[in-house]
């Protein structure tokens, strides 16, 4: 089964998000994140989209829902690389994601949290 | 088109391959990723490949070209993530991939180059 892998650095994790995310795509994704973190105590976790054209409320609620997951095993996530048109839909089709923080690249999402950590 | 994405990190890039790579795929990503060493003066890539689980010939040259065509632009490549599987089947169909590292994951690669660019 297709599988998006989960990248290492440090105690951050970067998910580069390039495929369709249908739900079994999606679910595999939620639950290797949740016992990466688990696993090596991450402290943070980037997810690129920068691949990804378009997005549908499935899509921007699946990213709301595993940056709650992460936050609620204490790692904060940033999405990175959404483009205009992806924020455009996901204004339009009212998914929010409350508490998701953005940067504009990985290198300025990993930055950011690193940041957050000093201050904690 | 699909489009394999090209993250930043500091002098560094890195490339995770998670779609089957037909012809026009990869040759976006070379030119994709040629012109980013360039553009931001890249002094290594990394290339993560633990999502693949086979290889076939066509694959293991991409990767050799691609990497020989970063060193004619001054950045060294390493390739991680390779699986067990697919270091047998590379050196079976007799794809010796000359002249390219290789490192266990992406945070190993990335302390290699930073580690071979010091020693410059």
Redesign the interface.
Same mark, same amino acid.
């Given at each position: 089964m297709e599988?998006?892998?989960i =990248?290492?650095?440090?105690d951050l994790l =970067?998910v580069?998000i390039?495929?369709d995310l249908h739900d079994q795509v999606a679910m595999q994704l939620q639950n290797d994140l949740t016992n990466e973190i688990e696993r090596i105590n991450a402290k943070g976790v980037v997810i690129?989209i920068?691949?990804l054209e378009m997005v549908d409320s499935f899509i921007g609620r699946l990213i709301a829902d595993t940056s709650s997951m992460a936050r609620v095993l204490d790692a904060e996530t940033v999405v990175v690389?959404m483009r205009p048109a992806v924020a455009i839909t996901l204004v339009e089709l009212g998914v929010a994601m409350p508490g998701v923080r953005t940067a504009l690249?990985?290198?300025k999402g990993?930055a950011l949290l690193m940041q957050s950590r000093r201050e904690d």
């Open positions: 599988r998006i892998p =990248l290492r650095m440090g =970067l580069t390039q495929v690129d920068s691949a690389g690249n990985v290198e990993m």
